[in-house]
């Protein structure tokens, strides 16, 4: 019974691995992408630094611009340090609007950390560039959307773009290569845990 159950298994992950090498065949393009991680859930910051490392192993250098963020220190910040010749990592924000509570300065602040982001785009040296929580900014209007998406298309074929925050805008979207909504199912705020160091920050 066993051998036969492991015979049909067998068989068909021959079937699948044919399936799997004849789709790849046909994937033979290679470019930049502009990929956008958005939702109300944990994990879009995460996961595109989880890429800066990644990007880092291949030997790429990586820029990060930190809209928003900046005022507080975080172990991702600690660790890329470590590797200047990779990585420039810059947190550019102050923190929240509703702390901050002064829009003109947000808008300036915004601005100077979207300057750095253009700088990265331009740079060749850049293979991947994260403008984290950059969703956050254009939902409060503090940079022209028609300017970033302008700035996403003009950048180098071969250059990599990853946006995170929450609200992407449905015009970032429908640019992105690759759009992933980080859902919310549970998170330990809600039953009064606050945040904590090396999970949060």
Do not use: C
Not at 113 to 142: F, G, Q, S, T
């Amino acid at each position: 019974m066993t051998d036969e159950r492991d015979e049909r298994h067998n068989a068909k992950m021959r079937k699948v691995q044919a399936a799997r090498r004849e789709m790849m065949e046909t994937k033979t393009r290679e470019k930049g992408l502009l990929i956008v991680h958005t939702g109300a859930g944990k994990g879009k910051s995460t996961a595109a630094f989880g890429m800066a490392v990644r990007a880092m192993g291949h030997g790429m250098k990586v820029g990060v611009v930190q809209f928003v963020k900046g005022a507080m220190t975080t172990g991702e910040k600690a660790v890329f340090n470590a590797f200047p010749d990779l990585i420039d990592f810059k947190p550019m924000g102050e923190g929240f609007t509703w702390d901050t509570q002064d829009r003109a300065r947000d808008v300036a602040v915004t601005r100077t950390a979207w300057e750095e982001v253009k700088r990265m785009l331009a740079d060749p040296a850049y293979a991947l560039v994260i403008a984290d929580e950059l969703n956050i900014v254009l939902r409060y209007d503090y940079l022209p959307l028609d300017e970033v998406l302008a700035a996403a298309a003009a950048r180098a074929p071969e250059k990599h773009l990853v946006v995170t925050g929450r609200n992407a805008p449905p015009e970032l979207i429908e640019a992105a290569d690759l759009v992933t909504e980080m859902t919310q199912v549970k998170h330990p705020f809600r039953s009064g845990i606050k945040a904590q160091a090396g999970i949060e920050f």
